[in-house]
């Protein structure tokens, strides 16, 4: 199957500073990437669709200004956390779109990232 | 709105035993797209199937079964004879109609613990 990297795969900040993931489709390009975030033992939501360039579309109730999204490339997106706080704390993970052909779409996953705000 | 319900959330088995897992989904649309996904212990989620909801075939692959039942609104995924490798924690997830950058909905997951 396609792969997708996620960089960092932990990350350790100061509350207040910011902090980006990136996330690479490595095998194929992917117009389309997500941005999910996981808490302890529920299940990944969905916080954000990048459209590589264009502007990102956010799920309700997520903080664009809080979590910025660029789509810069085919194969990169990239998630910054600003000013992270504590309950930021949690675990981030991307997918891309991979069209294939008709009916045959599919979203691969990096391995997430982990973040822990202090 | 879309929603997919995994009611089981913990599943214990011992190897080469068949174990089931549940995935029951909601939809307006039409025309949408059913996955299983899995995800190790440590490491990402590995897609394991796609279904579109015009293709009603159940699909076999190696000790993996899925059993899609439009009529119940049902996408169940069958190990058989489970082997301690299976242990993870397993998503069914449901998307939109193709063609438009399609979210996933996921499941809340079952965690699935094979032992000898």
């Known amino acids: 199957g396609a792969v997708v990297s996620q960089h960092p795969s932990w990350v350790i900040c100061k509350s207040g500073t910011s902090v980006k993931i990136e996330c690479r489709s490595l095998d194929f390009q992917a117009t389309t990437m997500f941005w999910y975030r996981q808490f302890p033992k529920q299940s990944l939501m969905l916080m954000a669709t990048s459209n590589e360039g264009s502007k990102a579309t956010y799920e309700q109730g997520v903080e664009k200004d809080k979590f910025l999204i660029n789509h810069a490339s085919l194969t990169l997106s990239t998630l910054t956390v600003t000013s992270a706080h504590p309950e930021d704390s949690s675990f981030y993970i991307c997918?891309?779109?991979?069209?294939?052909?008709?009916?045959?779409?599919?979203?691969?996953f990096g391995p997430g990232t982990r973040l822990l705000v202090l | 709105a879309q929603k997919v319900t995994q009611a089981q959330t913990e599943i214990s088995v011992v190897e080469k035993e068949d174990v089931t897992l549940d995935c029951v989904y909601e939809?307006?649309?039409?025309?949408?797209?059913l996955f299983w996904y899995k995800k190790p212990p440590s490491g990402e989620l590995v897609f394991l199937i796609r279904r579109n909801s015009f293709d009603e075939q159940n699909e076999i692959s190696g000790r993996y079964s899925w059993n899609f039942q439009k009529s119940t609104s049902s996408f169940n995924f069958t190990i058989t004879a489970s082997q301690v490798v299976d242990s993870a924690v397993y998503f069914c997830a449901l998307s939109e109609a193709p063609g438009t950058a399609s979210k996933l909905t996921f499941g809340t997951g079952t965690r699935l613990q094979v032992t000898l």
């Open positions: 939809t307006r649309d039409t025309t949408y797209y």
């Open positions: 997918s891309a779109r991979d069209p294939g052909t008709l009916y045959q779409e599919t979203q691969y």
